[in-house]
């Protein structure tokens, strides 16, 4: 009694954390499954199972081919570019210099700030007619005139991908410093002994062990960064005609505002998909390094 | 590297002022949102439309930041993300820590099975989610409702939260707890007792992080949400963002009191985050 009693209680341990995340994740992954293959009324009420109907009217639309394409853009430009610039941002803030701690301290406000409050101001900053880029640049004497800086959706699309990486290089900053300060200094010494000059520290010593902590912060980032919908929200709400839209931009407006549900339902399992094989890349990374 | 300037080559005087301008440029890059926030907060109305703005404000109207608590029920969205950030926090922990405990202290058929789930579902954030989520809390009466919230930003949370303090725990050894086991204790005493006080760090970085996401969630709050007075800041002060007409001066005067408290928090805690980020997720 007493021995089967202690086998057991490892799952009382872990019994609160599974009830919660089963029925606040686990069962809207059933459902969205389910709605996805499904005929879902305007109400939401769950009808007979139609097979890949809703996939063949959503991949069908015409908007989908470029929101497919918005957001791959969205997310490899955003994901490359904000870890390239937090990579570079780290080096330089690994370096010992007065006022590194205000720096830090500095770079810490965009990761903290809420996106809607971030993607608003820079909605603000590139008015044409009232925004603050254009005031800052006529009172400079840069420019005479007010500039119109989204002439096209493109150009919106371009400013929302530009904000987006504005918000993600704080993380990449901040987990490869974290690499970075684990590298043992004696490392560099010995490599200066040996003649080594910056360039050849960099790529023989410091990339290589900043790696794996890097690996790590893209990966998450990906999944962050394709998810993201405050920013496509906020800025132009994926207007006009989907010129702008994002995969989960796109599935709000399908299920909220069209009454599309069973739709934007195929169109999360088509998200799922695609965030599967990231998962899937990140989970067998992750736990081949738990073995290590 | 020595600071000794008579001795510094004319190349590394040249890096480090090359650094100081980057670095100084790069901050104040980071900054510009915040300042043209605060300069708008601000202002009148027909100052910010003006075709001739200018970059500070004529006369500050400090008023603005008083009349948004008239215009809005500003005292009810900072109740509301106050009440959604902490209950989120709360409950969060309370499954958290026992999990996290049972993964680091004990052993138990489906244990790699529980972590790779963890992980996985760290993949999915609410928003995908959002049709199915929907229902759930739709099934439960809890629509326009903050508990829904509390729920939904504690399940969301549980991944990070399992993760970040199972690396704590981990790094604790378990000896203090098998003395305390021995005079008398049982486990959770042994836990509460002697564990979670060494732990403690830990245990308050990722509280004050689960407590951020919370208070920054948008999209979940957007969906689930209707009634006005039910709203948190997030969600609440777009109020004064409407389809034809912006009111931009309280619209960022209503986000800068949205934005403070989580960056002082952020500043706390920014260190022990990072390297929980990397000790407890990278290896294991």
């Not at chain 1, 800052?136 to 800086?149: A, E, Q, R, S, V």
């Not at chain 2, 203090?176 to 979670?196: F, S, W, Y």
């Amino acid at each position: 009694m007493k021995k089967t009693l202690r086998k057991a209680e490892p799952y009382f341990w872990i019994l609160p954390s599974v009830i919660l995340m089963s029925i606040f994740i686990i069962v809207p992954i059933g459902q969205v499954f389910r709605m996805a293959f499904s005929k879902v009324t305007k109400t939401g009420k769950v009808k007979e199972f139609i097979g890949f109907g809703n996939f063949m009217d959503v991949v069908g639309s015409k908007e989908f081919g470029i929101v497919l394409q918005n957001t791959i853009v969205w997310t490899i430009v955003v994901v490359g570019l904000s870890t390239l610039l937090g990579f570079m941002l780290a080096l330089l803030l690994n370096n010992e210099f007065k006022g590194r701690k205000i720096a830090r301290a500095i770079v810490v406000f965009p990761w903290a700030t809420t996106l809607v409050i971030q993607a608003s101001a820079w909605k603000f900053i590139i008015n044409t007619d009232y925004g603050a880029l254009n005031t800052l640049l006529k009172t400079l004497g840069i420019i005479n005139h007010n500039i119109n800086w989204t002439p096209t959706p493109e150009a919106f699309f371009a400013w929302e991908i530009a904000c987006g990486i504005f918000v993600t290089i704080p993380f990449v900053c901040f987990t490869t410093l974290s690499g970075l300060q684990s590298i043992d200094a004696s490392l560099y010494e010995a490599a200066t002994v040996d003649g080594a000059n910056y360039w050849q520290k960099l790529f023989q010593i410091t990339i290589p062990l900043v790696k794996p902590s890097l690996t790590v912060a893209t990966v998450l980032n990906i999944i962050y960064v394709f998810n993201s919908f405050p920013i496509v929200w906020t800025i132009t709400k994926g207007d006009p005609a989907s010129r702008t839209d994002t995969l989960v931009t796109y599935l709000y407006k399908l299920a909220f505002y069209n009454g599309k549900q069973g739709q934007a339902a195929a169109v999360s399992v088509i998200g799922f998909l695609i965030l599967l094989v990231c998962a899937s890349v990140y989970m067998v990374y992750t736990l081949k390094k738990g073995d290590d | 590297m020595t600071l000794n300037n008579k001795k510094m080559p004319l190349g590394k005087v040249i890096a480090r002022l090359l650094l100081y301008v980057v670095v100084f440029d790069i901050c104040m890059l980071i900054l510009y949102p915040y300042f043209v926030m605060f300069c708008t907060a601000l202002k009148s109305r027909t100052e910010i439309f003006s075709m001739n703005g200018t970059i500070l404000p004529i006369s500050a109207m400090w008023s603005n930041f008083v009349d948004i608590w008239k215009l809005a029920p500003m005292g009810s969205y900072m109740r509301n993300s106050i009440i959604i950030a902490g209950g989120s926090t709360l409950l969060a922990m309370l499954c958290g820590i026992p999990a996290a405990y049972a993964l680091s202290r004990m052993e138990f058929k489906g244990q790699t099975a529980f972590l790779g789930f963890i992980i996985v579902s760290q993949m999915f954030a609410p928003v995908v989610l959002l049709i199915g989520i929907y229902k759930v809390i739709s099934a439960m009466g809890l629509t326009d409702n903050i508990l829904g919230l509390v729920f939904i930003n504690a399940a969301f949370n549980q991944a990070f939260t399992i993760w970040l303090l199972r690396g704590t725990f981990m790094s604790i050894s378990s000896d203090m707890e098998q003395a305390a086991t021995i005079d008398g204790c049982n486990r959770i005493q042994a836990m509460i007792r002697v564990l979670l006080p060494v732990a403690a760090p830990g245990i308050v970085t990722t509280l004050i992080f689960i407590f951020i996401n919370a208070w920054n969630e948008y999209t979940v709050a957007l969906c689930l949400i209707s009634t006005e007075e039910l709203k948190p800041l997030t969600v609440g002060i777009n109020i004064f963002n409407g389809y034809n007409m912006i009111e931009w001066q309280y619209l960022f005067a209503g986000s800068i009191f949205a934005i403070i408290p989580v960056v002082i928090l952020f500043m706390s805690i920014e260190k022990h985050l990072v390297s929980g980020l990397t000790s407890g997720g990278v290896k294991g």
